[in-house]
């Protein structure tokens, strides 16, 4: 199996110059841009290099009318040029000892004509001919908030331990922006598009024995050589927490992927066997590989299945119960002990003292809303806790209780000494969005993990679960 | 099969008077109160009468002591009186005449104890000796745009098509409320808990024969007649559509039931049969609820299964393809004249011009994106077309301009003929909120359906399609 070379990846994430080749001059609107006003609003501290055979002048900064022209030493370059054109810019870049060259630019192999498909081949030979490592064509390329390396201004320069790999650039916004408000943090973003030369294999190997990344995420939409992918995956996953989605498992969607990416993507059968014998958990949306995230960011691993569910609203606890079995979680019915427990301080009239415990009546009375929460966790027929609210949608009156009601049960599952997870619904609205963020930040700085919705919530927590029993089988 | 006295079940959604009985007179901040405050903020226009044994005044309203107090006539009842008192209570309340009580208390047979289900039989009985007929007890009773009668101030007192019979008050709140920010809008709504006296079939029947209600939504526990309720949930479903949630359909979740609303619930097969023979739609959450709502209200009969996909991104684009394909749609791949026509005006560098389209490269070039959208509208290989955007995850450069891509697919489906989905994000992070919920609004008022994830758009529509389908079979 080749080997990457650590340290000359390692650099790729950390350059020390940035030039952008092909920055539009005229036309400050211009997609591409994103590329400079992210470095400059992120705060790159190395030199920035702008090349465009206009010349001229962008946001102060001089426009080189090439790549010879520049005046200090080029780490690595951002590509705009077009891809007839991108054989030749490879051997101006070797020839200023550039070692990355990151192709923004699309137009080759994934149009499905041949000519284009030719200039992929012509941009593989010149980069092999003169050294230089290619990222994509056809992508993002990289996102690193260490090195204040960026593709959006918006993304979080805060470093976390989620190492991400991606086919699809917008999927990556779509990932990052997304994790942005539910806690996840990345150590270092990759967009690789059609994988001409570093592929997912180079990636998934270097994030592996990368020590900043401890969990792994993968968008994928197929794969250069699969031997090679099976034996990195494998590894990976051994090692670290590996959460995988596959783009393209159906007719359409594979077809798409051949027009996005230029891959041949196989069997939705194939990736199933290939996640459950490698022991990656394998997710179906970016929504779920979000909450999988979450799920394994900010839930310490329960012992087991069991679920004890707590929060207002009997319809709700209904629909709590059915979704967590549904999703293979167990919600034991509660011992006669702990109902009589709860029963001492809690009326049954407007409540439900079963599991789930529907505590409508007292939810606002904080002291016994905790102290539930601690019998609850303290159970030993439960492995972890879930609070629910349903703040938008819920009775006015509860509207602006919610951060008390989730730091009692917060208190309590503390108390008790199991993992608690925390269900509550998205804001639209945005008198409502205000207070859910608001809420939402200040329990995920608690570490608490967050869902918005039962079924979401039961899918990401089994999903782990499912991962957990089998890695405790394993080793 | 029993049959309902409509007439006397129009009234009750149409009261002349209210007494509120038990309205709580210390407490301003008590829960119950949102019945009075509704009452008064959404705009009842008769009489409403305030009844506590303490007297006083609240609001400006007096107190009486008794019903017998209470000067004038009385239709209607929200009853907030203890379990213990309901028997009496409703012997006070005939001698006034009242036709109607809707009791709200719980404490009833739900709480599994001998004692309280006691007072539900004493109180049935009551009812029956007395001729008065009951809502509940355990619930919040009776929305009606059309009478302002409501038991939330937030709910919309604009009337619509879809007529709600649920078993919990607060799954109720959730579905107004967020079908409120959905373009959903009720005929009229019943909360009905343990359905002590009248139940799920008298509303169910009630709702079939309502000419204000052309869709029928149910959210129920168990059923007091199975056989009477088969056979009205059959009627029903011959004239109109029916969307059905059961809630308690594992282990937990029918113990959650029990405890709730008192019923005997039955096996998850069961309820798929039944919804299989009967004709009705069948959903497993109150999202998916809501978006076959949206399916329902919205969306024009397609003439299949076969998706025409369009929007930014080429991840998204296969994304899109897969989840459509996984439940059950067609996205089938583009003929050659149709790509050829797209090709005509669009560059195939960045775009994929396959099916699902990703027009990333033009998409704010409105004209072509028009003239693109009109093309696969008209293609006959097509049923319906789906248009999506993501504008709080995608490049900076769309976040304004989601209104006019979404308007420019709206304008070339129309000039194509077929009907069109929109699928775009909800917008949690507050900034995002309130241009998501402006740009919902406005295409809700056109009569688009608009959904918030790929996944949950698939399901609705092929749920809608799939008993489309059934029905064309049969009639």
Known sequence: MPSIDFAAMDRMF???????????????????????????????AGPIYLVNPRGGEVKGLTVYRNISEVPGEIDYVISTVPPRAAAAHIAECAARGV??????????????????????????????????????PNCMGIYCPES??????AFSMESGPVGLISQSGGNTIDLVMSGKWRGIRFSK?????????????????????????????????????????????????????VVLLKGGVSESGNRAAAGHTAVLSSSDHTWEALCRQTG?????SLEELTDVLVTLLY????????????????????????????HGLKVPPLSPSVRQQLGHFTP?????????????????????????????????????????ARPNLAAPHLLGRISPIINAMLQGARSGGKPLAIIFQPGVPPNIASQITEISDKFIAEG????????RAARAISAVQTWNERRNRTT
Chains 1, 2 share one sequence.
């Open 14 to 44: 950390h350059p020390r110059s940035i030039a952008l080749a092909g920055i539009p001059i005229s036309d400050p609107g211009h997609w591409t841009r994103t590329f400079l006003n992210s470095l400059l609003e992120c705060g790159f």
């Open 348 to 388: 049954i009239e407007g409540n439900i003292l079963r599991n789930p415990v529907d505590y409508s009546q007292n939810i606002i009375e904080f002291d016994k809303l905790a102290e539930a929460t601690r019998i609850l966790s303290g159970w030993d027929e439960c492995d972890f806790v879930v609070g629910y």
């Open 189 to 241: 973003v990759v967009s690789y598009g059609n994988a001409a030369d570093l592929d997912e294999s180079d990636f998934l190997q270097y994030f592996t024995e990368d020590p900043k990344t401890r969990i792994v995420a993968v968008y994928i939409e197929g794969v250069k050589d699969g031997r090679r992918f099976r034996q990195t995956l494998s590894k990976a996953a051994l090692l670290k927490p």
């Open 280 to 284: 990656v958990i394998r997710v179906c």
């Open 148 to 153: 204040r390396v960026s593709f959006h201004t």
């Open 448 to 455: 608490i993990p967050i869902y918005y919705s039962f079924g």
């Open 299 to 326: 839930m310490p691993r329960p012992g087991g299945r069991r679920a004890a569910i707590i929060g207002p609203g009997g319809g709700s606890s209904v629909l709590a119960g059915d979704e967590f079995e549904r």
């Open 99 to 136: 070692r990355t060259i990151h192709f923004c630019t699309a137009g080759f192999s994934e149009t499905g004509e041949a000519d284009h498909a030719r200039y992929e081949a012509e941009l593989l030979n010149a980069a092999r001919h003169h050294g230089v490592r290619i990222i994509g």
